[in-house]
């Protein structure tokens, strides 16, 4: 192996596709992206043109390698990592979808999840999966798909249209169809994935209603998902080795191995994770258990909090109220008045994620008074990240005992100074904001570098050291309180709305 290899990582977001050239230490070298179109055919439904995503992950990986010709030869292989709730069903002799995607914060699975909690299978669904019954999920969302096209029903039954999250239709396009694949960590986020079994349950199947003549095979995620030429970009096929879910791939890449290690990645939305070691353990305090890894058989489990909108809503700010026309004009704003004058912003856009698990709550902004300017509203909304990382984050720390000092940070919004220092702050621990916003492209890396055998063990992983900004608390804990005894108050005067 040259010392100067590369892999190329695809990492396909909820807003966009990115690739990147990343050198088996965790540098990256170069990246392009491309967003894709968010379509929204009706309130609370979210969905992506998943043939528009392939193709961007072509162009963008085509003019990436163009400009660094110079590395072809040094390409090693070819990770992915990927939004991971986000589902499509495609055809499988062409592997072009059949309907869009349909994306994780769509809450069109509503109806049928409150049917199914009526019902009495919360617990069943709990014990299984470690997940919550919740449209955040793919079942109830493929239930509704199903259920309103008998076609695709049919189709799905016999094996002529597949099932997969994003990450297994990537690698069958990729692959021209002869590798359809998982890996563990998107596969148990589905809600018919056994997590102490590791693999598919028919028992979960059932209570969803649904019916497959196949499933993607699932693989470790330093495994070789076949072979591919970018669609005729490369002249001599690679290997896709290195796939994973990007929540659990940003904790793996921040070399959260041990139990009690935690990361909170700001995308979009945001994942809280705190690994909680290698027996499968349920929450009753509102985190969901996920499957962080299976290496070399053995799984890791870790408790996790799911926010739905963190990063969005600065993106919202920008797009729907055009509070500001950048989102790093946030940190200025919110910078320029002393506080938020007791301004709350609730992001239950698309309902409450942990602690709360409220689909039907939707978003407020509280609090407001006549002195009230852009910039208190502005800077309410990115304390309300803060907040909500803060919620789930106390809700973890209550119910497994462990003593934080420390949570790692990653994600887009790792930027933005203001929004760090307000976490260390609320929670009274030291942040490490990486450097590069990029770790769970680099997760899927290392999984890649696994898998090659270039390191041979998580030990040998934690070696690598990344650059990071540290953050410690600068505001009293009594402070601290009284601002989150106030998010408190605002959450359940939404919550008290929707009873």
Not at 428 to 433: E, G, I, P, R, Y
Request: net charge negative; aromatic share 10%.
């Amino acid at each position: 192996m040259s010392p100067d290899s590369v892999f190329l990582a695809i990492d396909q977001s909820t807003a966009s596709s990115k690739v990147m050239l990343c050198s088996t230490d965790g540098r990256v070298l170069d990246q392009l992206a491309l967003t894709h179109t968010q379509i929204y055919p009706k309130a609370g439904w979210v969905e992506h043109d998943a043939e528009e995503i392939y193709h961007n992950v072509l162009k963008a990986a085509t003019e990436l390698l163009q400009r660094n010709s110079d590395k072809l030869d040094k390409l090693l292989a070819i990770c992915i990592t990927n939004q991971r709730e986000t589902f499509v069903i495609f055809d499988q002799k062409t592997g072009k979808p059949v309907y869009n995607a349909i994306v994780w914060q769509c809450r069109r699975g509503n109806g049928f999840c409150n049917q199914l909690i009526a019902n009495g299978n919360e617990e069943t669904i709990h014990h299984l999966t470690g997940l919550k019954i919740d449209t955040y999920f793919p079942a109830s969302k493929l239930h509704w798909l199903l259920s309103n096209y008998p076609d695709v029903r049919s189709k799905l039954k016999e094996g002529t249209v597949l099932f997969g999250t994003i990450d297994t239709y990537l690698i069958y396009r990729l692959t021209r169809g002869k590798v359809y694949a998982t890996d563990h960590t998107n596969a148990s986020r589905t809600l018919f994935y056994d997590i102490e079994k590791l693999g598919w349950s028919q028992e979960l199947c059932d209570v969803f209603e649904l019916e497959f003549g196949r499933l993607p095979d699932i693989r470790e995620s330093s495994a070789w998902f076949g072979d591919t030429d970018l669609g005729g970009s490369l002249e001599k096929r690679i290997p896709i080795c290195g796939v994973m879910g990007d929540s659990q791939s940003a904790l793996f890449a921040q070399h959260c191995f041990s139990t009690g290690d935690a990361k909170v990645t700001f995308g979009t939305g945001s994942s809280l994770m705190l690994n909680i070691g290698h027996q499968k353990r349920l929450s009753d305090r509102g985190s969901v258990t996920a499957l962080a890894w299976v290496h070399r058989g053995k799984p890791t489990y870790a408790f996790e909090g799911i926010t739905n909108f963190t990063g969005a809503t600065i993106a919202w700010m920008r797009d729907q109220l055009q509070l500001i026309q950048d989102p790093s004009e946030s940190e200025a704003l919110a910078r320029s008045v002393e506080d938020s004058d007791g301004v709350y912003l609730v992001p239950a856009f698309v309902g409450l994620g942990s602690p709360y698990w409220r689909s039907d709550a939707r978003a407020a902004i509280l609090g407001m008074s006549p002195a009230t300017t852009r910039a208190h509203v502005v800077r309410a909304g990115l304390e309300s990240i803060g907040y909500i990382v803060t919620d789930t984050l106390n809700a973890m720390i209550d119910e497994t005992g462990v003593e934080l000092d420390l949570i790692h940070a990653d994600g887009g919004a790792v930027r933005n100074t203001y929004l760090m220092q307000f976490v260390a702050d609320l929670n009274q621990l030291k942040v490490h904001a990486a450097h590069s916003p990029e770790l769970s492209a680099l997760g899927a890396v290392f999984n890649g570098c696994l898998g090659l055998e270039i390191y041979s063990s998580l030990d040998d992983l934690s070696s690598l050291q990344f650059n990071f900004s540290e953050y410690k608390p600068s505001m009293s804990s009594t402070r601290a309180k009284e601002l989150f005894k106030g998010w408190q108050s605002a959450v359940q005067q939404v919550l008290y709305k929707y009873e």
